[in-house]
């Protein structure tokens, strides 16, 4: 796999504010106010010890006006919508096998809801009771304390990897949790090549990466003279070598032609030390030289393959 060149680095200050939540109760008829009362304190007690959103202090709950189906989140939005906070938690209660709870969560700044979870209780302290379980399940891991959210656009084929684990294998619209700190976020695309980040995540924010994005070609560029500097590295390392075994071979030559022989009646010849000691020398040389040979070959050889993997790659770009 080629790792890109650029490094994506985002960087959320652990000072910045945390968001906003605030509970808006609606009741509809023939539930009295004191037990939308009793299930406003219940949330409120639960995303207290649950979240580290910043709580709001409720509204006083409203009659019911309009029921909202399950998926009509322009609906939910509005009843959530006056709370003036970053989320509104909407609840709706409703007299019906006791006391029936709908709870929305929706992210006012971004118009949508997050989750949505529905729970009776025979009793209003029933209900009340199984608002702790129902936040809890309610909220997204991401808003729980001690945690944060990174949020990246993945193209399809693509695999998330946050501190070396893969944590999402297709896109994904919502925020992944990871404990607040600093992390590496690693973007795999579909082509084998990757998109490293560092993200300093505060507790209940969200560092949204623009790593989706193919990187600009002088990213790409970059990687092929990598190649091409390798390809060139491997053959200039080859070519010396090559080089210095003919350059040892000329030397072993030259000093086998000065070895002497003793034939009468001269007697300027080498002695039979000299001549041993000298063959000795001469044969680690030649030998060497057949290293090098060998060697620079094999070199050069891998220099030409990666030179023509690099053009064939770029070839089929």
């Known amino acids: 796999m080629r790792l890109l060149l650029p490094i994506a680095t985002a960087f959320w200050a652990a000072a910045a504010p945390a968001a906003t939540i605030r ?6 008829a023939g539930v009295p106010e004191a037990s939308a009362t009793s299930l406003t304190r219940a949330c409120e007690a639960a995303l207290r010890e649950l979240t580290s959103l910043s ?3 409720s509204l006083h709950s409203s009659p019911l ?5 399950a998926d009509d989140h322009g609906c939910w939005t509005q009843l959530a919508g006056r709370t003036g906070a970053d989320y509104g938690l909407a609840l709706v209660a409703e007299p019906a096998g006791g006391l029936t709870v709908d709870l929305m969560l929706v992210d006012l700044r971004a118009g949508h809801v997050v989750a949505q979870r529905r729970f009776t209780g025979p009793s209003p302290d029933a209900a009340s009771q199984g608002a702790r379980a129902a936040v809890d399940a309610l909220m997204p891991p991401f808003l729980h304390r001690g945690y944060g959210g990174v949020l990246v656009e993945m193209p399809g084929g693509s695999r998330l990897k946050v501190d070396g684990k893969v944590v999402l294998s297709q896109p994904s619209r919502g925020p992944v949790a990871v404990s607040s700190g600093h992390h590496e976020v690693d973007l795999l695309l579909p ?16 560092a949204a990466l623009a790593l989706g994005a193919r990187p600009p070609a002088s990213g790409e560029r970059r990687s092929n003279d990598a190649l091409r500097v390798t390809s060139a590295a491997l053959w200039a390392a080859g070519t010396v070598a090559v080089v210095t075994s003919l350059a ?7 000093r086998t032609g000065n070895l002497n022989p003793c034939t009468p009646p001269s007697h300027d010849c080498s002695t039979r030390e ?9 044969a680690q040389y030649a030998q060497t030289a057949n290293l090098l040979l060998y060697g620079g070959g094999a070199l050069a050889v891998g220099g030409g393959l990666v030179f023509t993997f690099d053009l064939v790659q770029g070839g089929g770009k």
Do not use: F, K, M, Y
């Open 23 to 28: 509970v808006v109760a609606w009741r509809a």
């Open 55 to 57: 709580l709001q202090p």
């Open 65 to 69: 006006s309009r029921r909202c189906g």
């Open 191 to 206: 082509d084998g090549t990757a998109v490293l980040a560092r993200a300093d995540v505060a507790e209940g924010q969200i």
């Open 248 to 254: 040892l071979g000329t030397v072993v030559n030259l």
């Open 274 to 282: 000299e001549a041993e000691a000298e063959h000795q020398a001469l």
